[in-house]
């Protein structure tokens, strides 16, 4: 990167990283290995409890929650609307269907206030996000699946390291999904994970992800034989992917470190610039794993937020939307919902007038300060 190109994500991949791989295809095992134990439980000391189980990607530990927890036609999920299209499609492609509910925004999280009065008959369970690696408010929504007996599934992509009242994220409902996509906090290329605290849950999906075979490879006293319990997916993650994880989670405390300090020094240097305010978790019980640092931009500057990108992008700053749209107001999610404009007034709000900034290791204060001075010149022209 030239000194002033400012990328809004870049996997961070160093040599250790890259000498883990090579020592995998050193060796005969690329699946069902050591290695993808190994992560797993790297992955369970960074949470500090809990179950874990590498899965293909994000989507595939969405798709499989919903077909542990047999979600199914006739099922109604809690959702954000203001969320990754990921966390719906899991509802979706088991024909449950998601029933979207607005956010706040003050951290973009679902607006808890809203849950109980969207539970109906067929409602069983919750699926939430953390919003951009800030907790949801995991006391309320507990309380809600409690009384309702409704299972909570957590979309944790972005949240590695973000924790609710000490606890890692993920670990607060029945079943948590994490990324390890390029520009998530660390990457495997593609990726992700189910944690649970229930071992029985995370032993059921591991199953699940590779055919619902009853014995895996290492598992089988006579070779070639096996049984089938269910009906299953392939999607497990392979032996080199689980080295480059398990090398990434090795400087998580790093990682973690660098965006804190990038976010802290942005918030600050954008303070007091005129309509803008900044989406962030300042509660006690809650730490941020710091995906990013959204931007809203209130009144008329809201209604000016492409030109506001397209300026930022030509002075070189790499900026991003999450999310670019509500997801109902998604082609698939409108035509076979209906829409109505104003449905959604927080996830609109968010699609619709804030800008991602970066905070990510691969930049430094010095880049906060461009990021903070180019901001504020552009709004200070725009304003003149
Ligand atoms: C990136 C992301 C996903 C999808 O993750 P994949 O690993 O690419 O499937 C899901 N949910 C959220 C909130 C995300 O940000």
Not at 155 to 168: K, P, Q, T, Y
Not at 238 to 265: C, H, P, T, V, Y
């Amino acid at each position: 990167m030239t000194k002033q190109e400012i990328p809004f994500g870049r996997p961070w991949i160093d040599d250790r990283d890259r000498n883990e791989v090579l020592e995998v295809l050193r060796g005969h095992i690329l699946t069902h290995g050591p290695v993808c134990k190994a992560f797993e439980e790297a992955f369970v000391q960074l949470m500090g409890g809990g179950h874990a189980a590498t899965t293909s990607s994000c989507m595939a530990a969405l798709h499989l929650a919903s077909l542990h927890f047999e979600l199914g036609p006739g099922d109604e999920v809690l959702v954000p609307a203001q969320t990754h299209v990921a966390t719906a499609h899991a509802i979706e492609l088991v024909g449950a269907k998601p029933v979207f509910i607005d956010c706040e925004t003050v951290t973009g999280n679902i607006d808890t206030e809203l849950l109980e009065p969207a539970v109906t008959k067929r409602t069983k369970a919750i699926s939430l996000v953390h919003f951009a690696g800030i907790p949801a408010d995991m006391n309320k929504i507990m309380a809600i699946a409690e009384s309702y007996d409704l299972k909570v599934i957590e979309d944790c992509a972005l949240a590695v390291g973000a924790r609710w009242n000490g606890s890692h994220v993920g670990l607060l409902g029945d079943i948590g999904c994490f990324s390890f996509y390029p520009i998530k906090h660390i990457t495997t290329g593609e990726g992700g994970m189910v944690v649970s605290r229930d071992a029985g849950t995370v032993q059921k999906i591991a199953k699940f992800r590779a055919f619902a075979v009853d014995r895996n490879f290492n598992e089988r006293q006579v070779p070639g034989l096996y049984d089938v319990t269910g009906v299953g997916m392939n999607c497990r993650m392979s032996e080199m992917q689980a080295a480059l994880g398990r090398s990434q989670l090795a400087k998580i405390d790093q990682i973690l470190a660098r965006r804190a300090a990038n976010f802290d020094a942005l918030r600050e240097s954008l303070r007091g610039i005129p309509g803008t305010r900044v989406l962030c978790s300042a509660t006690p019980q809650s730490h941020s794993s710091h995906y990013c640092l959204v931007v809203i931009l209130e009144g008329a500057l809201g209604q000016r937020r492409n030109e506001i990108i397209g300026r930022l992008k030509e002075a070189k700053i790499g900026t991003s939307i999450y999310y670019p749209q509500p997801v109902p107001r998604l082609s698939y999610y409108r035509e076979r919902y209906g829409y109505s404009p104003g449905q959604f007034q927080g996830a609109e709000t968010i699609s619709d007038r804030s800008i991602a900034l970066p905070v990510g290791p691969h930049l430094e204060l010095d880049h906060m300060a461009a990021i903070a001075g180019g901001l504020k010149t552009i709004v200070k022209e725009m304003s003149a």
